[in-house]
């Protein structure tokens, strides 16, 4: 481009250039043509009797003269004014001094500087439009080309990489090409996709597996059990073991249950597909919480927006966090206490949603690892099996949201569920 | 009625047999898919209890085979696979319920008889409830020309323990089957002797409620 404008620049003084020293060159094949003619037809060709011969075109561009030299003069080229016809014009002029019978003679020839540049413009203009036309045609050329060239690309980026959620289920074909390079980029990348949908298949199985070999045998266990209880011979002291055996296998049960539920969140198995509103799931969530609530007298109010929805995400596992999270706010609630629900809506930024009760709260040490699977507060022993604050955990990054907890021993503890605002909207 | 359990876990056949044997159905089992079609072109069920975790064959696989061949019967999957995608497919295929394993045998027994009234139209006869009158359409119980007001939980209580009557029934299998299953905790067992007293409140001032026992550590029972 650089180079391209400086020719421009120095085009004016390039053609000028080129102009002049052909005009040189141009005025010295005269001289040559005059002194051959001379050598041939003698002078008198030219000067017939007169001492000096001077010649001119009609209109002054050209000019001969040929006269008496007086002193030595060199071989010159110069641009000078000379007087034609009282006429005072600039001249490009050759003076050449030549010896012939015994004289000296000055030969002049002269073209009109005015004629030399006469075309200069018009070249100029040719050269420049010959450059634009040829700049362009390289431009044009270049672009086909290059999409041409770029077209196998393209087509991978847009059927391969745009729009594509995981797990890369859709079947993926080869683009047809030639290049070398591009078939490796692609193949490379169909494979790589396959072996993701691969081993998110094979999580998906070992999950199933799993959950079927771990819950057959206890519930072969539980239908004995049952069945035991229902037998007319036990009596009351065995049927009180047997109840007992029942509430241990239970908790074996919920144990496994939960464990499985968060393998397949981390597995990505559930569909964010759902639009939901805040306020209704944790409204539902309070209801089925009723007689906790009521049993230890707890004050809820729900003052999150019910004009906010989020985008994209999964109901039922939004429900079963907000569920935890309102369960240990009871859980671990004083009598008579309180649990507020709040949110703030920070415009373009986050959306956060705090649940915040006044229970035993939770020591500063232990923070860090509340939602490390089977930990259980030290302050209150019992209920519970420690997975529901790692399930919450699970639930929140599938989401891609993020938990934070404050807490103050004795005083209550929130946590906060930080929402980005694009997955947010507004009802009107 | 006739049950046909398609169950390749044997014990877990055998248990659910004795169980749906004393409620007066009459059981038969198979193992495999194969045993399965067997019967059921030898035999007209009412009740088909199918696994998913068949050697043999996919169970959804077999539903969608022998839906037509069986028309008549009632599907209910039962399966340890804990999938989502099973359930709908299940039920998008003609399947009249799911249970995910492990299951009570009451649910089991609570379902089968909640597909039996909704197939009969819900057109249940009043039950008898040794002075009172309950009627499972209206949820309603009687007594005499009185309507005696029970929550909607109360009723759900009231109604699987007389479903269940004669049997001893612990909290726990008490609570699943009202609450279901979303926390890690037994905490809600002790919410039914809440229930139950309210029930015991509500009923007893009007006529005696000596059938709804207590089972000291274990649970309840209503004796007939």
């Given at each position: 481009m650089l180079i391209v404008v400086l020719f421009v620049l120095l085009l004016p003084s390039l053609v000028g250039y080129v102009s002049f020293k052909y005009n040189d060159y141009y005025l010295s094949q005269q001289k040559k043509k005059v002194i051959s003619t001379i050598n041939k037809n003698g002078i008198d060709y030219y000067l017939q009797g007169d001492s000096a011969y001077a010649s001119y075109t009609m209109l002054k561009e050209e000019y001969i003269s040929l006269m008496p030299a007086a002193a030595a003069v060199r071989d010159t080229i110069e641009t000078s004014k000379r007087v034609v016809e009282n006429d005072t014009l600039n001249y490009r002029i050759l003076i050449h001094e030549f010896h012939y019978h015994?004289?000296?003679?000055?030969?002049?020839?002269?073209k009109t500087t005015a004629t030399i540049s006469q075309y200069n413009r018009l070249l100029q203009r040719f050269t420049l439009f010959i450059l634009i036309g040829l700049i362009v045609l390289t431009i044009l050329m270049d672009l086909i080309y290059t999409h041409i060239l770029l077209k196998p690309l393209k087509k991978i980026v847009s059927t391969k990489l745009l729009n594509r959620k995981f797990p890369f289920k859709e079947p993926l074909s080869p683009i047809k090409t030639s290049t070398l390079d591009f078939k490796f980029l692609d193949s490379s990348l169909i494979s790589l996709m396959e072996k993701i949908h691969e081993a998110f298949d094979k999580e998906r199985e070992f999950t199933s597996n799993a959950s079927h070999e771990l819950m057959t045998p206890i519930s072969i266990l539980q239908t004995h059990i049952e069945n035991l209880?229902?037998?007319?011979?036990?009596?009351?002291?065995?049927?009180?073991?047997?109840?007992s055996m029942m509430k241990t296998l239970n908790r074996l049960k919920k144990i496994v249950h939960a464990l499985l539920f968060i393998s397949r969140i981390e597995n990505e198995q559930f569909a964010k597909i759902h639009t939901v509103n805040l306020h209704e799931v944790s409204t539902e969530v309070m209801e089925e919480l009723e007689m906790r609530l009521q049993t230890k007298s707890i004050d809820f109010k729900n003052d999150i927006s019910k004009k906010v929805i989020i985008k994209n995400v999964n109901r039922d596992l939004l429900?079963?966090?907000?569920?935890?999270?309102?369960?240990?706010?009871?859980?671990?609630?004083?009598?008579?206490?309180?649990?507020?629900?709040?949110?703030?809506?920070?415009?373009?930024?986050?959306?956060?949603?705090?649940?915040?009760?006044?229970?035993?709260?939770?020591?500063?040490?232990?923070?860090?690892?509340?939602?490390?699977?089977?930990?259980?507060?030290?302050?209150?022993?019992?209920?519970?099996?420690?997975?529901?604050?790692?399930?919450?955990?699970?639930?929140?990054?599938?989401?891609?949201?993020?938990?934070?907890?404050?807490?103050?021993?004795d005083k209550g503890s929130i946590f906060s569920i930080v929402i980005p605002a694009d997955r947010v909207r507004l009802l009107p | 009625m006739k049950v046909l359990i398609i169950e390749d876990e044997r014990t877990l056949a055998r248990e659910m047999k004795i169980f749906l044997e004393k409620a007066f159905y009459l059981c038969n089992n198979a193992y495999t898919a194969g045993q399965a079609k067997q019967l059921m072109e030898q035999n007209e069920y009412d009740f088909i209890l199918l696994d998913l975790g068949l050697p043999d064959k996919d169970g959804l696989e077999l539903l969608n085979s022998t839906k037509k061949m069986c028309a008549g019967a009632s599907y209910i999957i039962l399966t340890a696979r804990g999938n989502l995608e099973d359930r709908i497919k299940g039920l998008d295929l003609g399947a009249d319920d799911y249970l995910a394993k492990p299951f009570s045998l009451l649910e089991l027994q609570s379902r089968m008889h909640a597909i039996s009234r909704r197939k009969s139209g819900n057109n249940d006869p009043v039950l008898e409830l040794a002075d009172f009158h309950i009627d499972l359409n209206k949820r309603i119980v009687r007594f005499q020309e009185n309507e005696i007001e029970l929550s909607r939980k109360e009723f759900d209580l009231l109604s699987y323990m007389l479903l269940h009557k004669n049997r001893p029934l612990?909290?726990?299998?008490?609570?699943?089957?009202?609450?279901?299953?979303?926390?890690?905790?037994?905490y809600d067992s002790n919410f039914i002797d809440v229930h139950i007293k309210n029930i015991r409140k509500k009923m007893s001032a009007y006529a005696s409620v000596e059938w709804l026992q207590t089972l000291r550590g274990i649970g309840y029972k209503i004796k007939m």
């Open positions: 015994n004289q000296n003679y000055l030969l002049e020839i002269g209880m229902m037998e007319d011979e036990i009596n009351e002291g065995l049927q009180e073991k047997i109840s429900f079963q966090l907000l569920y935890n999270l309102i369960n240990n706010a009871i859980r671990y609630n004083k009598d008579n206490g309180s649990i507020h629900l709040s949110d703030k809506l920070i415009h373009g930024k986050t959306y956060t949603i705090f649940i915040k009760d006044r229970g035993i709260g939770i020591k500063a040490d232990e923070l860090p690892t509340i939602f490390n699977r089977f930990k259980k507060s030290q302050e209150f022993t019992g209920e519970g099996y420690g997975l529901g604050l790692s399930i919450v955990k699970s639930i929140v990054s599938f989401h891609g949201f993020e938990i934070k907890v404050t807490s103050d021993l | 612990t909290r726990l299998q008490l609570s699943e089957h009202i609450w279901g299953n979303f926390s890690d905790d037994d």
